[in-house]
């Protein structure tokens, strides 16, 4: 690629390790072999507040975002009090293209670590 094209690229900041993290961050991703099927890890509330979660994806041609939206349990009372305790959740998402060299943000635009799954050979 030439400097021009390098210049107008965009590269997400680097992880840090230990570094805090946003509210809407994800803990990783893991992509299947056929490149477009994506399990999206993230910290959400458990089954008893949040029945599931639905994922929301933006893709553009440079990157992905995607976003678990709750989907409450409707037999929880108004006004009701909720431990504000956070578990590791997944949503799947089928991408229209593969994920290929783009890279994944959460909802704060922090990278999100991908890994590839891989077949085991008997």
């Known amino acids: 690629m ?3 094209a390098l210049a107008s690229c ?3 900041p680097p992880l840090e390790p230990g570094a ?3 509210p809407h961050s994800a803990e990783g991703a893991v992509l299947e072999e056929d ?3 994506l399990h999206f890890r993230f910290v959400g509330s458990p089954q008893s507040v949040m029945a599931s979660y639905e994922a929301l994806a933006s893709e553009t041609p440079t990157a992905l975002c995607v976003v678990a939206k709750g989907v409450r349990k409707p037999a929880l009372p108004p006004n009701a009090i909720v ?3 956070g578990v590791t959740r997944e949503v799947t998402v089928r991408l ?3 994920l290929a060299a783009r890279v994944l943000v959460d909802l ?3 990278p999100v670590e991908v890994t590839q799954e891989m077949a085991i050979e008997e």
């Open 2 to 4: 030439d400097d021009a």
């Open 10 to 12: 965009w590269s997400p």
């Open 20 to 22: 805090p993290r946003g």
């Open 35 to 37: 490149g477009v099927t």
């Open 83 to 85: 431990a504000a305790v």
């Open 96 to 98: 229209s293209s593969p």
């Open 108 to 110: 704060d635009g922090s």
